[in-house]
């Protein structure tokens, strides 16, 4: 068999058994982690309850339009590429590379992240352990479960995503227990709320600063776009999960800030420590930072584990599109591209030494490129999910033939354009953020240049082979 023929084979060698379940806890997984159980306090003691509230519906809105997109396009076009499938199809490939790369360089980098963060954690329970010790042990489980067929890796991501998930159903009940007076002295009631300031203590400019901040707290939602290629019906399972996602994410967030902004005072949060723990100790519970960290370490963990998925389906299909090196497309018998895999843990393991090496420089640098890339690649959503309704009406298809199409066209994906766009103009004006911009899109230029530059030399050696 040809080389040709052999990676063509390989594409389409992705075993389709993920079920619709284990599809969403990707999305809700990657999703929820430790910026709901640490970082919130940042929101909570700045915006204030309302403000608070008001700057996570901006997040969350943005996240529902985004997946509103997605759900179109990807029940359409079923493909692991996601984003830089589509813009390759509906704007050009320079596009499609450079979003493509974007895109993986945002999912890989996170594992890293989310593998220091472990440690850290572990590092608290055992301070007598390095933390290097942990992240080894750590991207050793990672590279286990990532190294098995799709529905193994399902059911270890379904069991990490649940015990958070469980987690924060037990918090809400608690929570809601104590607010209603049940099994308390006296009910503490929603008093917080308006006690300390109003809802808006600190006024509107609080508010849109923090909704900065909000608008990427749901990073990771459209994640599920990498396993379409592995769900064996998509045109019946992505909708499905799709659906799960967007209410499951917006219920685990808001239920909880409502507990949180009822019990805890919004003046006492902060980043030193986690709200979830505040209220279990207030409830009673004397191993509340204990459980907590627990619970984090397997947020953090799941959220690694959904990243390393992604970014391994996303080097496979840009080296499917041509847009990487042919062998990170080869498959094996279990319909996993193992060369992809070990790219992504060589990566890792290259970005946590340098992480040690020289923490300000790299983190700082790595960060900057997570930071506006869900936003870019909102944006193309929105643009290609136009592109791909435009195509439709030049080429007479009609509606009825889609199995899944939003409701509300055109106002969603222009809605998320302009949102999406807010957020930029909003990062240039908070000095905590301009650092990304300033940082981030020169990145991004220069993997266009690239592109170009590779198209350009590529169109050249077919034209002589012509």
Known sequence: MSNENQIESDQNNLKRSMPVSHIAMIGIGGTIGTGLFLSSGYTMSNAGPGGTLVSYAFGGLIMYLMMLCLGELIVAIPDAGGIQTFTNRFLNRNMGFTVGWIRWLSLVITVPTQLVASSIIMKNIFPSISEIVWIILFMVLLFFLNFRSATDFGKFNNLFSSIKLIFIAVFIVVGLGMILGIGQSEPIGFSNFTAHGGLFPNGGRAVLQTMMVSAFAFGGADQIATAASESANPSVDMPKAIRTVMIGLLFAYFASFVVILAILPWNQADLTGSPFAYIFRAAGFESAELLVNIVVLTSALSSANSFVYGSIRSLWALGKEKQAPKWVTTVDTKGLPRNSLMVVFGFS???????????????????????????????????????????????????????????????????????????????????????????????????????????????????KDA
Do not use: W
């Open 349 to 463: 393991i290259l970005a946590v030494a340098s992480a040690f090496i020289s923490p300000d420089v790299v983190y700082l640098f790595l960060q900057s490129i997570i930071g506006i890339s869900n936003m870019v690649i909102y944006i193309l959503y929105a643009i290609c999910l136009i592109r791909f309704r435009n195509d439709m009406k030049t080429q007479n298809i009609a509606l009825d033939t889609l199995e899944y199409k939003i409701k509300g066209y055109p106002l969603v994906p222009y809605s998320l354009l302009i949102l999406c766009l807010f957020v930029f103009v909003g990062m240039a004006f908070d000095p905590t953020q301009t650092t990304a911009l300033v940082m981030g899109i020169p990145t991004y230029i220069i993997i266009y240049v690239i592109g170009a530059m590779y198209y350009r030399k590529l169109m050249r050696e077919n034209a």
